[in-house]
Structures are given as C-alpha cells and as structure tokens.
C-alpha cells in the first residue's frame, strides 16, 4: 500500500518566491493534518481538515500561509510569499476517523524540506 | 504551544540498556501516542495508551500514563543500534487535535 505521498522533498527557493507543496493521504484516510518541523519550535501543528473541509487553523503562522483540501486524494499548502524563517521541514500526516473509539494514530509522509534564501 | 514536554531530550546508553523516555502533558487527554523518527525521514506511530489504561505493552516497549500527574513514559528493553532515532509523545485532546511533544533524541552506542 502507498502511503502518505508528499513532493517536493526538497525546495530551495529565494525569498518572496511562492512556495507549493503537496500531499496525497493514505486512500480512505479522512482527517489530513500539515506539521512544521524546526530545530528551534519542534513539530508545529499548522492546520488540519476532516473530510477535506478545515477544521482548525489556529496553527497557521501568517496570512501568507494557506491551505487547501480540493478532494479527498489532495491538499496543498502554499506560502506566499515566502520568508528564510519559513525553512523548515513540513509534514503531511493523515489518519482515518478520530474518535473516542478510534486512535488517531498518524501516517506521516516524508516530509518536505523546504529552504527560503 | 507544544502540549507535550519531553524528558531528558537527548539519551545515550549502552546497547543492550534500557533506554526511558518521559512525557508530561498539559490538558485533558484521550489518548497518548508515542512515536519514532529516524534522521530524515517522517514519523513512525509506535504505540498508543488510552486515557483509562495505566500501561501497555508490545514487544520491546513499555508504556505508562498517569492521568493524575498528566505523564507518560516510555521504556525500550534491551536496547539496539538500530533503536537510535528521536522520541515523540503526542497527546490526543477531545478538540481532535494532535499535539507533540519536542522529543527525546535516542543514541544507542556500540
């Protein structure tokens, strides 16, 4: 079975270029949640959608971060425009029904490591 | 804000050692999960504690939780080289969310 697909894994970029990345959760996964990683803040939780719908983005540092969930095979995030302090590693992770009964338990890509110059 | 908190943040044992990891937590909890991420790559789920169990197990790993002081640990019996990698507890709150803690980073010496 595939799992989580993220691309790019890699991406430099300068600063002020808009940025894309992507992701393709586990099929039959409802829930898609997009991390941040850094040396300094750990794993960030940005935003998260159920059923392609976002649910919390309270995560979401700037205006110029966004994300969107168009069907249940995609999601983007996209900066723009972009900032050295934006480097980091991003992570899609995806799960099927969180509930009381079910666990929550996460399929994470691997990841998109992203520097802005 | 990181909803778990990690304890020590860098181990390094012995091969064959075991190796404990703790997690202290801020709210209320459905589950608690542990996870494992190697250099580079993305995070592997390696065990889940619900919010009424005091303990699991499964294979080399042991897990606790005390709801009563919002903690958790993790022990890995008999450690091996290829244990070395960082340690994530995250904590599922009733909001859905998935929060992690900053890790452990593990190193399994020959």
């Known amino acids: 079975d595939a799992g989580v697909i993220q691309s790019p894994r890699h991406e430099v970029t300068e600063m002020g270029q808009e940025v894309t990345l992507r992701c393709k959760p586990i099929s039959g996964h409802d829930y898609l949640f997009w991390y941040r990683q850094t040396m300094m803040r750990g794993l960030e939780l940005l935003i998260y959608?159920?059923?392609?719908?976002?649910?919390?983005d309270s995560g979401m540092p700037e205006d110029r971060f966004s994300a969107k969930m168009p069907n249940a095979s995609f999601s983007t995030l996209k900066i723009q425009p972009s900032e050295p302090r934006d480097s980091a590693v991003y992570f899609c992770?995806?799960?099927?029904?969180?509930?009381?009964?079910?666990?929550?338990?996460?399929?994470f890509g691997e990841g998109s490591r992203l520097t802005v110059l | 804000s990181q909803q778990g908190e990690e304890d020590p943040q860098a181990l390094s044992i012995q091969e064959g050692e075991n190796a404990t990891m703790n997690c202290s937590y801020k709210?209320?909890?459905?589950?608690l999960q542990w996870y494992r991420q190697n250099s580079g790559r993305g995070l592997v789920h390696l065990i889940l504690i619900r919010s009424n169990e005091r303990e699991k197990h499964s294979g080399r790993l042991r897990v606790t939780l005390d709801t009563s002081k919002k903690s958790s640990s993790l022990l890995i019996t008999a450690s091996r080289a290829a244990d070395t990698a960082s340690y994530f507890c995250?904590?599922?709150?009733?909001?859905?969310?998935?929060?992690f803690g900053s890790g452990t980073r593990l190193s399994i010496r020959p």
């Open positions: 995250a904590v599922y709150s009733s909001a859905s969310k998935i929060i």
């Open positions: 959608f159920n059923n392609n719908v976002p649910i919390d």
């Open positions: 992770a995806s799960t099927v029904r969180i509930g009381t009964v079910n666990t929550g338990e996460l399929f």
């Open positions: 709210t209320s909890i459905n589950n």
